[in-house]
């Protein structure tokens, strides 16, 4: 999971000096040598474990740190009872988007 969200930071960051993200410029190279990128075939086949958390991030992620309380908070209003592991790879993935 850690990997797929690193890459897809990857994907969407816009490097300096250019207009497109990673993403675009990935998908017209692609397309220009007709050969699947590895990048972008892990961004379109994501891992199915712990998917619903990358989903959970998403929902949650407003660019900054993720506070316990705000998680809890979040977690109390969808009726989501958190397993420490699934709290622990919310957090990870937040310290992976602030990296970037």
Do not use: C
């Not at 590895?38 to 407003?62: C, G, M, Q």
């Not at 908070?73 to 970037?100: G, Q, Y």
């Amino acid at each position: 999971m850690l990997a797929f969200a690193e890459n897809e930071f990857f994907l969407s960051k816009t490097e300096t000096g250019f207009e497109a993200n990673n993403r675009e410029t990935l998908k017209h190279l692609e397309k220009a040598l007709d050969k699947p990128n590895e990048k972008l075939e892990l961004s379109r086949n994501p891992p199915k474990t712990f998917l619903y958390v990358w989903f959970w991030f998403i929902e949650l992620y407003a660019g900054e740190n993720l506070t316990f309380q705000e998680i809890k908070a979040w977690s109390d209003l969808k009726s989501i009872k958190l397993k420490a592991l699934e709290l622990n790879i919310l957090t990870k993935l937040t310290k992976l988007a602030n990296a970037r």
